[in-house]
C-alpha cells in the first residue's frame, strides 16, 4: 500500500467510527468508556534533530521522517549541529520549544545530557520520539532499527566466522557518548564470551567523523599489527575503514572488516580482501516509522503505552515487510526506561546482493 493512501484509509476509518458512534447515538447511549477513533490532525511541525547535519546516514533517516509527515500536510524541519555531541543538539530543542513544535523526532547523542532540555519540550507538549540513538528521558517513544542484542550479537558471529574463531579485533565506535553504539558495543562483548580464542584488543572512537575515524583507524592499526578483525558499528567508521584498507590491501590483506554500513557507500569494497558482509537495515524506513509514531501519538491515535499497535505501511525497499509495530519495553536489564518499537531485523550484505539497494 502507498503512503499516500493511508491518509484517506484513516480520514474513512474515522468517518466509519463516527457513522457507527452516531447510529448508536440514536437508539441508544454510547457505552461509558467508549470513544470516537482520532485521526492525524491536518497539520503539525516536527523538529528533526539528527545527531548531526552532515552524516549520509542520518541524512537519509531524516528525509525518511520527512516523507511521511508530508503525507499528511505535516512540515519537518531538521536541526542540529555538525559534531557529535549533546550540547550541539540542545539549541536545536530550544529552537522546537520556541516554534512550538509538534513533536521531535531525535538521534541522541548523549543517553541523559539532553534530558533537562527534552522536559522543558515535554512539558511545553512537544512529543519526544527518540530514534537511531535513544534518550533515556521521561515520555520518550524510542523507534529502534532492530533487535539491540541481535544487533550486537550478528556483528561478533559474522566476524567470528570470517576469522574461524581465533584472534585479535578491535571495534571503530562513533562518539563515545552515542547511546546506540554503546548498547551495541555491550552486547558484543557479551557474545564474545562464547569466543575464548578471540580477544577484544581496543575501542577507538572516531565520533562519525571520517577525518577522526581515519585517525584512530590508523593508530589502531600501528598498536594491534596482527589484528585478524575490525567491527565498525557506524556507516562513517565502516566506510573510512573499508576505504584505507582497500587502499593498502597487499599490507592487510588478512584483516577483516565488519559493522553496520550503507551499501551505497560499501559496494564498492564488498567482496575484497577485507569486506565480506556487513548489516544494517533501511535508514529511510527507520524515519518514516518515526515520522508516523510523531504524527499518530500527537494527535492521539496511538498513545506511548506497551501494547499500543501502529499500523502504517511498510516502504522504501523490501527490507522491512511488516505493516504494524507494538509498542514494547525494552529489553529487560539494558538499562533503557524508554518504551520501544522496533523496525526490524538486521539485514546481512555481501558480494552478491549489494549493489541491488541504492541507499
Ligand atoms: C552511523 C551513526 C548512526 C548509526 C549508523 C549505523 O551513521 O552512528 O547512529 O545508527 O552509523
Known amino acids: 500500500m502507498k503512503l499516500e493512501s493511508l491518509k484517506h484509509r484513516a480520514s474513512k476509518k474515522a468517518l466509519i467510527a463516527v457513522s457507527i458512534v452516531g447510529m448508536f447515538a440514536g437508539v441508544c447511549a454510547i457505552p461509558a468508556g467508549a470513544v470516537a477513533a482520532k485521526t492525524i490532525a491536518s497539520k503539525g511541525l516536527v523538529y528533526i534533530i539528527p545527531k548531526d547535519t552532515t552524516n549520509p546516514y542520518e541524512v537519509i533517516a531524516d528525509n525518511g521522517v520527512k516523507a511521511a509527515l508530508k503525507t499528511e500536510g505535516w512540515r519537518g524541519v531538521v536541526d542540529s549541529g555538525t559534531t557529535d555531541t549533546a550540547a550541539a543538539q540542545e539549541p536545536a530543542i530550544q529552537a522546537a520549544i520556541a516554534a512550538k513544535a ?3 523526532v531525535i538521534a541522541a547523542n548523549d543517553p541523559k545530557a539532553l534530558c533537562p532540555e527534552l522536559e522543558k519540550a515535554r512539558r511545553a507538549k512537544i512529543t519526544i520520539i527518540g530514534f537511531d540513538s535513544d534518550n533515556y528521558c521521561a515520555g520518550n517513544l524510542f523507534i529502534n532499527q532492530a533487535n539491540t542484542q541481535e544487533i550486537g550479537a550478528s556483528e561478533v558471529d559474522l566476524l567470528a566466522g ?4 581465533t584472534g585479535q579485533i578491535a571495534i571503530l565506535s562513533a562518539a563515545a557518548t552515542a547511546t546506540n553504539q554503546n ?3 555491550g552486547y558484543m562483548k557479551q557474545e564474545l564470551t562464547k569466543f575464548p580464542n578471540i580477544s ?3 575501542t577507538v572512537y572516531g565520533n562519525d567523523d571520517p577525518t577522526v575515524s581515519l585517525t584512530v583507524l590508523q593508530g589502531l592499526l600501528t598498536q594491534y599489527p596482527n589484528l585478524a578483525g575490525i567491527i565498525s558499528p557506524t556507516t562513517v567508521g565502516i566506510s ?3 576505504q584505507y584498507l582497500s587502499t593498502h590491501e597487499s599490507q592487510y590483506s588478512n584483516l577483516i572488516l565488519t559493522g553496520l554500513g550503507l551499501p551505497s557507500q560499501m559496494g564498492t569494497y564488498t567482496g575484497n580482501d577485507n569486506v565480506k558482509a556487513f548489516e544494517l537495515w533501511n535508514p529511510f524506513d527507520l524515519g518514516s516509522l518515526a515520522g508516523w509514531a510523531a504524527m499518530e501519538i500527537h ?7 506497551v501494547g499500543a ?3 502504517i505501511p511498510a516502504k522504501g525497499t523490501k527490507l522491512v515487510e511488516a505493516k504494524s509495530w507494538t509498542v514494547t519495553k525494552a529489553i529487560a536489564g539494558s538499562g533503557d526506561p524508554s518504551n520501544f518499537v522496533t523496525l526490524g531485523a538486521p539485514f546481512v550484505f555481501t558480494a552478491a546482493n549489494v549493489k541491488n539497494f541504492n541507499f
Open 240 to 242: 573510512t575503514a573499508a
Open 309 to 311: 499497535t501502529f499500523t
Open 102 to 104: 509538534s513533536a521531535i
Open 183 to 185: 548498547a551495541w558495543i
Open 162 to 165: 570470517e576469522i574461524n574463531d
Open 200 to 202: 577484544l584488543v581496543a
Open 299 to 305: 494527535s492521539g491515535v496511538v498513545q506511548n503505552k
